[in-house]
Nanobody
Framework: QVQLVESGGGLVQAGGSLRLSCAASGRTFSDYAMGWFRQAPGKEREFVAAIARSGITTYTDSVKGRFTISRDNAKNTMYLQMNSLKPEDTAVYYC?????????????????WGQGTQVTVSS
């Protein structure tokens, strides 16, 4: 198991930016495929972005060109840079990890989750 802790959420106006961090501990971070998911009130948790052990990335269509996922294996940390934020980006954002996985966008594929961080974008 790896322990994940998100930070960096907050309240921002539409058009603004935030950077989320996901700090991992307990195991070799570089062995894990990582992902960001979000859940808005009354909705299911949805995929946002993922990064493979190799550094290859993928994004859901609604955030392409606005969000950037990255990882720093030396710091055991994953990031999500969010620019040009929109009110519809408002949600609790979760980071997730799965050991030795290939790049995956499926919620059920991940078996390690953080507690989430709230992102609120006002119009």
């Amino acid at each position: 198991q790896v322990q994940l802790v998100e930070s960096g959420g907050g309240l921002v106006q539409a058009g603004g930016s935030l950077r989320l961090s996901c700090a991992a501990s307990g195991r070799t971070f570089s062995d894990y495929a990582m992902g960001w998911f979000r859940q808005a009130p009354g909705k299911e948790r949805e995929f946002v972005a993922a990064i493979a052990r190799s550094g290859i990335t993928t994004y859901t269509d609604s955030v392409k060109g606005r969000f950037t996922i990255s990882r720093d294996n030396a710091k055991n940390t994953m990031y999500l840079q969010m620019n040009s934020l929109k009110p519809e980006d408002t949600a609790v954002y979760y980071c997730a990890a799965r050991k030795y996985a290939t790049l995956t966008t499926s919620t059920s594929a991940y078996d390690n989750w953080g507690q989430g961080t709230q992102v609120t974008v006002s119009s």
